[in-house]
T-cell receptor, first 108, second 116 residues
């Protein structure tokens, strides 16, 4: 069962913030976040392993609410380099499924 | 340590031909995943394999598609009698033996299959 992501697309100006949500109908063991630039392979951003865990580096962070089976990715003070498609992935029993993606466009 | 290697990068086939996509996981990785991606769409799960075993092939069409991960050599995704609808980017990813629950996936650069 693949997770559900929202929104499908976001357009920002440089310096603005965005939140991308990911939810699952199944209990989650862990949540992964990846970013993919056009024509390239997805690149790992972070993994969250337990409920309530929050991680971040630079101005990108994420939270994981195990009870609600949800995760959110926070991008603050966005930069042009943040443009791309963001995927959340959920892992259960090593089975890895991805959401449909959120296309983020950051404009100058 | 080389990353996940996929070849070829681009593959052109005519309708009815066979396509073979290869994936060499990172050294020490024993879990391989294949995903298909249509233009402007998400990563659709196809199959999850461990060495010599198919663990989950629920995302793979029952006909014309097969996958293997032999004891020696790369994982192979095979598409027989290709049709235009098979045109897509196919990504392979690998994870260490501890599994993807705790470890990140490493992706290859993908194979772009074009069916004429």
């Amino acid at each position: 069962q693949q997770p559900v992501q929202s929104p499908q697309a976001v357009i920002l100006r440089e310096g603005e913030d965005a939140v991308i949500n990911c939810s699952s109908s199944k209990a989650l063991y862990s949540v992964h976040w990846y970013r993919q630039k056009h024509g390239e392979a997805p690149i790992f951003l972070m993994i969250l392993l337990k409920g309530g865990e929050q991680k971040g580096h630079d101005k990108i962070s994420a939270s994981f609410n195990e009870k609600k089976q949800q995760s959110s990715l926070y991008l603050t003070a966005s930069q042009l380099s943040y443009s791309g498609t963001y995927f959340c992935g959920t892992a259960n029993n090593n089975d890895m499924r991805f959401g449909a993606g959120t296309r983020l466009t950051v404009k100058p | 340590n080389a990353g996940v290697m996929q070849n070829p990068r681009h593959l052109v086939r005519r309708r009815g031909q066979e396509a073979r996509l290869r994936c060499s996981p990172m050294k020490g990785h024993s879990h391989v995943y294949w995903y298909r991606q249509l233009p402007e769409e998400g990563l659709k799960f196809m199959v999850y394999l461990q060495k010599e075993n198919i663990i989950d092939e629920s995302g793979m069409p029952k006909e014309r598609f097969s996958a293997e991960f032999p004891k020696e050599g790369p994982s192979i995704l095979r598409i027989q009698q290709v049709v235009r609808g098979d045109s897509a980017a196919y990504f392979c990813a690998s994870s260490p033996p501890t599994g993807v629950g705790n470890e990140k996936l490493f992706f290859g650069s993908g194979t772009q299959l074009s069916v004429l």
